[in-house]
């Protein structure tokens, strides 16, 4: 371990520690976020030698295997759209509209496969590139491009099924967050 | 970004995840920072995955809420540490240093200063801190397990001085760094006194209540117990009892008390050595009397 790991371990930390924080809040409540960010630097200064010269997704990808393991080990099963649902969301434009929009938005959510929000969520909340989101999940940017289009396609069917007044895909009025059904019978062969 | 439907599921991104500067505070990454940095890497010491997964995140020793199985972890995390791991009371690994405290630069400028060596004299520690230039006193005294690395007491110019993580480390094993994190240019006078692990059958200078997160009792079911039913527990535990003393303030402290009282409160004198209070009357349970040292039990645990 030279000065130079050190010194460039120092400013990686000063310059992610913000991005990586909020992601692990974005998807666990402040506890679990607090060991994953913990863990995510531990590994990253084990492995400086290792680090892209882009190393935010590849932070973002271990502190996503670091909530999971967390997550199991603490038994826990809360899910992205557990936390969503019961996280204060970010301002609505229109305050009114808020509760509407959010029901709305969770219920369409919901039809989506864990993968697919995933891939959303990382490109929606964090703003990363395909290429970027493939470093994140392990897979390739193509794999990426094609989930996330299924995913939008998903979400805009969802969203026109709630705009018609019924309720989206087989959802069958269900509470607004996870299941652990399959997902829409259209959609249901996807493997992406 | 311009999707229509990527823009509305931005909107549900917990707004907790926009502040998270504002959640984990300076000092406390800085204070992870130096943690991370303290301990071992793979390419120095060959850890394999599995001792990796194994080691729980350094970053809860600086937390204030651990429950007692969390305590553990945040041992296990410190012992991944050599330098940290000399701070555990009766560990036969010593610092290899001569220095008895570890200086890192922040991010910010400031200068974290782990102390490696808690039973260093004060000779040592004034020149750890003389050779790096400054001009702060740190004075250890023995404090029980939930205090090690709090202020015990500060002094001089204590606006450029901090214990680090705020000083709210809590892990029951005496594992809390013992440290102080220097404001960025800090260049006055300053003496602060924190709390370390006491040897064997040391005096505390300080203690906590000996029901609180951190300390032997804390949920062990004593508080509030009657006399003849805490005597067990704490033989068991090879716990001594110092004395007992009637609460009411009747001045009565004798190596024994009416079994059918209640126990109200207890400290530590020294590991394994303690003092209790106990009333004829039921302990209340509230928030008064200690309730909250419950913080992280079972229910019907305290």
Not at chain 1, 41 to 46: H, L, M, Q, S
Not at chain 2, 158 to 177: D, E, F, H, Y
Not at chain 2, 278 to 298: E, F
Request: hydrophobic share 45%; with cysteine; proline share 7%.
């Amino acid at each position: 371990m030279t000065d130079a790991d050190r010194r460039r371990f120092e400013r990686i930390y000063a310059e992610q520690f913000d991005r990586v924080s909020a992601y692990a809040l974005s998807r666990a409540d402040r506890q679990l976020a607090e060991d994953a960010v913990a863990r995510t630097f531990e590994v990253a200064w084990r492995r400086v030698s290792d680090l892209p010269a882009e190393p935010l997704p590849w932070l973002l990808g271990v502190a996503r295997r670091s909530l999971s393991e967390l997550r199991r080990a603490q038994r826990r099963r809360d899910g992205l759209l557990e936390r969503i649902a019961t996280a204060q969301p970010l301002a609505f434009a229109d305050p009114a509209d808020d509760l509407a929009t959010r029901d709305r938005l969770l219920a369409a959510l919901n039809c989506l496969s864990e993968p697919q929000l995933e891939v959303l969520l990382l490109v929606a909340w964090e703003g990363l590139s395909h290429r970027e989101a493939a470093t994140v999940l392990g897979c390739s940017a193509p794999a990426v491009a094609l989930r996330l289009h299924r995913a939008r396609a998903r979400l805009r069917n969802a969203l026109h099924e709630t705009d018609r007044g019924r309720a989206p895909d087989d959802a069958g009025g269900g509470p607004p967050v996870a299941h652990e059904s399959t997902p829409a019978p259209r959609l249901a062969k996807e493997t992406i | 970004m311009s999707d229509p439907t990527i823009e509305l599921v931005r909107r549900l991104r917990p707004a907790d995840a926009e502040r998270a500067h504002e959640l984990f505070p300076a000092d406390e990454r800085a204070a992870l920072l130096a943690r991370i940095l303290a301990s071992p890497t793979a390419a120095r010491h060959g850890a394999s995955e599995a001792r990796r997964r194994a080691v729980a995140p350094a970053w809860r020793q600086s937390r204030p809420r651990l429950t007692p199985r969390r305590a553990t972890l945040g041992i296990a995390a410190v012992a991944a540490a050599a330098t940290v791991l000399a701070l555990l009371p009766g560990s036969a690994v010593r610092p290899q240093s001569a220095s008895a405290v570890a200086f890192r630069s922040t991010p910010t400028g400031g200068v974290i200063a782990i102390v490696t060596d808690p039973f260093a004299t004060q000779k040592r520690l004034d020149a750890s801190f003389a050779a790096r230039g400054f001009d702060i006193s740190v004075r250890l005294v023995p404090v029980s397990p939930s205090l090690v690395g709090t202020v015990v007491a500060i002094s001089g110019d204590s606006a450029g001085i901090a214990p680090l993580g705020r000083g709210r480390c809590v892990t029951g094993g005496g594992a809390c760094p013992i440290g102080i994190q220097v404001a960025r240019g800090f260049r006055g006078h300053g003496s602060i006194t924190l709390g370390r692990p006491a040897r064997r059958g040391e005096s505390y200078g300080s203690t906590a209540s000996a029901f609180a997160p951190g300390e032997a009792l804390h949920c062990s079911g004593l508080l509030g117990a009657r006399v003849r039913d805490a005597r067990g527990p704490l033989r068991s535990r090879g716990i001594a009892v110092a004395w007992w003393r009637d609460a009411n303030a009747s001045g009565r402290s004798a190596a024994a008390a009416p079994p059918g009282e209640y126990v109200w409160a207890a400290d530590f004198l020294a590991p394994g050595k303690v003092g209790i209070w106990t009333r004829a009357a039921p302990w209340p349970g509230d928030r008064l009397h200690g309730a909250n040292a419950n913080r992280g039990c079972r229910a019907g645990r305290r």
